[in-house]
């Protein structure tokens, strides 16, 4: 088991960024497929973006292509989330998490509950 803490988040109005970082403060995320999660009030948790251990494999919900980048760096243990022309609709407690790589393109197909590690989150709000 690995412990993930999320940091970075905040307050920012439509169109401006904000960077969100998930580091591992116990244990390694080196050799996992990470994701980054967000659910907001009365809503279902849902996937943000998924990386793969080397980074060459990344995959996008719909709501955040082209707006948010995913990145890794493996040598800090740390996972980070650009997130550009941010909208109100992108308000929501934002999750890192780890899971299980098992082989190439494993992690595109994984499913929420697959996740096994967990941040507490950050919170990101965004006015318009």
């Known amino acids: 088991q690995v412990q993930l803490v999320e940091s970075g988040g905040g307050s920012a109005q439509a169109g401006e960024s904000l960077r969100v970082s998930c580091a591992a403060s116990?244990?390694?995320?080196?050799?996992?497929?990470m994701g980054w999660f967000r659910q907001a009030p009365g809503k279902e948790r849902e996937r943000v973006a998924i990386?793969?251990?080397?980074?060459?494999?990344?995959v996008y919900s719909d709501s955040v292509q082209g707006r948010f980048t995913i990145s890794r760096d493996n040598a800090k243990n740390t996972l980070y989330l650009q997130m550009n022309n941010l909208k109100p609709e992108d308000t929501a407690t934002y999750y890192c998490a780890a899971a299980l790589y098992r082989g190439p393109g494993s992690c595109r197909r994984l499913l929420l509950h697959e996740f096994t590690d967990w941040g507490q989150g950050t919170q990101v709000t965004v006015s318009s």
């Open positions: 116990r244990g390694s995320t080196r050799s996992s497929c």
């Open positions: 990386m793969s251990p080397g980074g060459g494999t990344t």
